[in-house]
């Protein structure tokens, strides 16, 4: 079945995304064999390629990959300085240690830096960088003020909220960006930190009184409004929420400690189906009607359903062979492709054939140049072409 | 459809009320326009119409405001959300959403219509306002006279009875404003709505007015009519009205084709007479280049924003930056002083090259005032403000303190620059950028926001540097600004200049960027009112 172009009707669900990307999380943190974890950001890498659109949520990408190789490089930094618990008989470089009081034993500045300890710290740090990797993928491709759409009624202020917040921090950036190049215009330097400090105050005034506009415009536009509904209604409504999440709080310790286990499911369940009764009748306050919502169909079940494959399938594969999916760091030993656990990945490659194909931008372009190409498509993208 | 009853708003801790004894009835689908100077409370009456006043800005309301019957007492703005549509001054805070179709549905989900009623809605919204080509696009990637009508068509979808907005053009350029206006009159005409808007650029509006309100000073009572009575009384009007005044017609003409009927003897009395030329040619001619600009092109992000800009600025010499929205005039500034670096060709500014001069020493050659003055001020009083001019500018104390005082005469030094009004915050970041005393002065949209008498000052302000040997240089959208002051006309378009020449030359042939002036006594080359003012007292 060959996917249909991405339009609103035929966009995927961003929850769909989301378990998708959840999925390969969830692979990525049962192991530590970095030609693994390697072709898990591959496929990650791979599915965002193909299947992301212009949008500015989607540029989000590459900040993740940014940040996954700071976690790396703030690992390895830590191990080479900190010390490593692995034993190690490969010594890189022996750092001059410093003499610690008593009081701070177990706790290392400096001496021996093995091959071994930073091999470690870098599958470690790897792990992380991989779990970053896939949260921003399902960034990337699913659209969070949409996945909003999906919260039940009574969650959804709560939710407009958070969105606004999220749209703070880009613009954020933007007016730190505007006031340093002010900065210049009143013969000061724009760069280095101090610069960055003396435009803070009126960086968050004006985040201030964007809010403070942005509020009014919203309750002008009728955010807020509710339906009466009945004080009995009302006040099911809070003990429903409050007992069920009484309920769950008990159950989980239950579950936790060693003595409740016998308790501790049943009420945690009664708890959730408590609060969830709570948050169904506390949405009948709510007015709100939503547009266009979009539909969970059997593609959305397809790229879920890959996600949640990869994650069984590697669960399953950290009993049948937990070497391969865990390397010794300690001796030192190359690590090997396992088959299977490898095979089992590229199951996450399915959202690249059956999700809804971005719109192909740019067409036209005739320039041959690869990068003059990329430039005109931007250029048309941003004037006419529709951005999903 | 609006009613006032003898309203007066007093906000917080003010000792006066910020209107008073406003008392008037909008009947339904009118184009109400909502007039008056800086600061006399325009927004106030806007707001307290969607009851925002006082809801949400606090203060107290005397009176009675209701709006299709209902009393903003007693209903919240969120209540009176289905009756009333709101659109402020700046587009972009309006926004809750992320994409125009999400947006234009906004306002029908928070109101909880069905989804079939929603989806017919936005349909139709988006053919009314032209939008049907942008409905997938990031609100953030529109242009700012698309932003408007995004804008504008996210509080219709719920079918306000009553449309409110405040200064929907004053950003715009005159062809994106038209596009608005065109919306506007549509509405009023098709759908019925009432609509009442205050803005500062009559010229592009009065036309349209069924009725005005003027608010004539701070605390006076408003005074409502039809548009030439009350422009007969109204401190703020148009180049037409002036024309119309100093012309002596009546009724007097709000639009330019009004005026042309009635001004054939006044063409045939200036025939004879020639207008004095803005600017002695020789003279600027010889002067010495401030700036040198050679093919220069500046790429922003994988954008072409300027391609092969070409263009000489001497000392003495006003010149005008025209052109639409995003065709380049800011880059153009800020390549100027060094915001950008050249991907091409040269700028040269009074022999440095800004983009490799520290700001410091850049600041001896070129000034720039942003758009957003407020940008350009850290401080928190004006005295501590002009303080640390001095300091940047390595200026004898007190010489920004003595240019505020030219500028801005009787602003105390206590007062924060935040509660200074529009133009007298330009004026400050004005002096600031002077005290360097910077042989080229670059000025990115200096109108935006101010009324008539700010303006005129500006004028005076500027006028006055440029004949002290300022090379001059703004960027805008205000052609009646450009035909005042601009020795010479550049526009830009898509990052290339298609006109570059004496102001009278380029803007008497543009249809979109002549002065009325110049619309109504074509062919004759004059540019502004007070010109015309001049040659007829010479004349007698």
Same mark, same amino acid.
């Given at each position: 079945m060959s996917a249909p172009q991405a339009t609103r009707t035929t966009a995927l669900h961003a929850g769909a995304w989301w378990l998708w990307a959840l999925g390969l999380a969830t692979a990525a943190s049962r192991t530590t064999n970095p030609l693994l974890l390697g072709l898990l950001v591959g496929v990650a890498g791979y599915v965002v390629a193909v299947r992301r659109t212009d949008a500015p949520w989607a540029r989000s990408y590459g900040a993740f990959v940014k940040l996954g190789l700071l976690v790396i490089g703030i690992r390895l930094v830590f191990a080479f300085v900190l010390g490593s618990p692995i034993p190690g008989s490969h010594t890189l470089v022996t750092l001059p240690e410093v003499p610690l009081p008593d009081w701070a034993e177990g706790v290392r500045i400096g001496g021996r830096v093995t091959a071994e300890g930073m091999l470690f710290a870098l599958y470690d740090g790897l792990k992380l960088a991989a779990l970053l990797i896939c949260v921003g993928a399902a960034n990337a491709l699913a659209n969070p003020s949409r996945l909003l759409k999906s919260l039940p009624g009574a969650l959804y202020e709560a939710g407009v909220a958070v969105v606004v917040a999220m749209t703070f921090a880009p613009n954020l950036v933007a007016d730190v960006q505007r006031l340093r190049a002010a900065r210049r215009l009143r013969g000061r330097p724009d760069r280095g930190f101090k610069a960055l400090l003396q435009v803070g105050l009126p960086v968050l005034e004006g985040a201030l009184e964007r809010s403070v506009a942005l509020a009014a415009a919203m309750d002008a536009r009728g955010y807020g409004r509710s339906a009466r509904v009945p004080r009995a209604v009302r006040h099911t409504t809070s003990a429903l929420t409050l007992g069920g999440l009484l309920g769950v709080c008990a159950g989980t310790y239950g579950l936790l400690g060693d003595t409740g286990a016998g308790y501790g499911l049943p009420l945690l369940l009664a708890g959730l189906a408590a609060a969830l009764a709570g948050l169904w009748l506390g949405g009948r306050r709510s007015v709100r009607t939503r547009y266009r919502p979009e539909r969970w169909g059997p593609r959305a079940c397809l790229v879920a359903g890959s996600g949640i494959a990869v994650a069984a399938l590697t669960i399953w594969a950290g009993g049948y062979a937990p070497a391969a999916l865990h390397p010794p760091a300690f001796p030192l030993t190359a690590p090997v492709l396992p088959l299977w656990p490898a095979a089992s990945l590229l199951v996450g490659l399915l959202p690249a054939v059956v999700a809804p194909a971005p719109a192909p931008a740019g067409a036209t372009a005739p320039a041959a140049d690869p990068a003059t190409t990329r430039a005109t498509r931007t250029a048309k993208t941003a004037q006419k072409e529709p951005s999903q | 459809m609006i009613r006032f009853e003898q309203v007066s708003v007093t906000y917080g801790d003010a000792a006066a009320p910020a209107v008073q004894g406003v008392d008037l009835t909008v009947p339904e689908g009118e184009l109400c326009l909502l007039v008056g100077p800086s600061g006399v409370g325009k927004s106030t009456v806007l707001n307290a119409v969607c009851g %925002?006043? +006082? !809801?949400?800005?606090?203060g107290t309301l005397r009176g009675r405001v209701t709006v299709d019957g209902r009393d903003t007492r007693t209903h919240k703005p969120r209540e009176l959300a289905d009756v009333v549509g709101t659109v402020g001054q700046d587009p972009l805070a309006h926004f809750v959403t992320d994409t125009v179709e999400d947006e234009l549905a906004y306002g029908m989900e928070s109101l909880g219509l069905a989804p079939d009623v929603m989806r017919r809605r936005v349909e139709e919204t988006l053919d009314l306002l032209g939008l049907a080509e942008l409905r997938d696009r990031a609100l953030t990637t529109l242009s700012g006279g698309q932003r408007q009508r995004v804008a504008i068509g996210s509080v219709l979808t719920t079918h306000p009875k009553v449309l409110v907005l405040d200064? +929907?053009?004053? &950003? %715009?350029d005159p062809a994106a404003a038209e596009e608005v206006l065109s919306v506007l009159q549509r509405l009023v005409h098709d759908l019925g709505t009432t609509v009442l808007l205050a803005e500062h650029r009559l010229e592009r509006v009065i036309q349209y007015a069924d009725q005005v309100i003027l608010l004539? &000073? +701070?605390g006076a009572p408003p005074v409502m009519g039809a548009p030439s009575d009350v422009m007969a009384v109204s401190p703020v009007h148009p180049p037409v009205v002036g024309l119309g005044k100093l012309a002596g017609w009546s009724p007097l003409p709000l639009s330019v084709r009004d005026a042309r009927r009635k001004a054939a003897p006044l063409r045939a009395r200036l025939e004879t007479v020639t207008p004095p030329r803005p600017v002695d040619a020789a003279r600027t001619a010889e002067a010495a280049a401030v700036a040198e600009v050679t093919g220069l092109g500046v790429r922003r992000g994988r954008i072409e &924003? %300027? !391609?092969r800009v070409d263009l000489s600025v001497r000392r003495g010499e006003t010149v005008a930056l025209m052109g639409r929205n995003g065709a380049g005039k800011s880059t153009l500034l800020s390549t100027l002083v060094g915001m950008h670096q050249p991907s091409s060709g040269a700028v040269r500014v009074g022999g440095v090259v800004p983009h490799r001069t520290g700001p410091r020493e850049l600041l001896r050659q070129v000034g720039l005032v942003p758009q957003e003055p407020r940008d350009l001020l850290y401080a928190d009083t004006v005295a501590a403000e002009c303080a640390a001019a001095d300091r940047d500018a390595a200026a004898p104390a007190g010489s920004c303190r003595a240019l505020v005082a030219r500028l801005l005469p009787g602003v105390p030094d206590s007062v924060h620059p935040r509660d200074l009004s529009e133009g007298q915050r330009l004026a400050l970041a004005l002096a600031v950028v002077l005290t360097a005393r910077p042989p080229l002065l670059l000025l990115d949209e200096p109108t935006r926001g101010l009324d008539y008498a700010a303006k005129a000052r500006l004028v005076e302000v500027l006028r006055g540097l440029a004949a002290e040997g300022h090379a001059i240089v703004l960027a805008t959208h205000d052609v009646e600004l450009a035909a005042e002051l601009a020795h010479r006309v550049v526009i830009l378009a898509d990052g290339e200049v298609v006109a570059d020449g004496p102001t009278d030359e380029v803007v008497v042939s543009s249809p979109s960027f002549a002065p009325q002036v110049a619309k109504v006594l074509a062919p004759l080359p004059w540019l502004t009112v007070p010109q015309v003012a001049g040659a007829l007292e010479g004349a007698v």
């Open positions: - | %925002l006043v +006082p !809801h949400f800005t606090g200064e +929907p053009t004053s &950003a %715009l004539p &000073a +701070p &924003a %300027l !391609h």
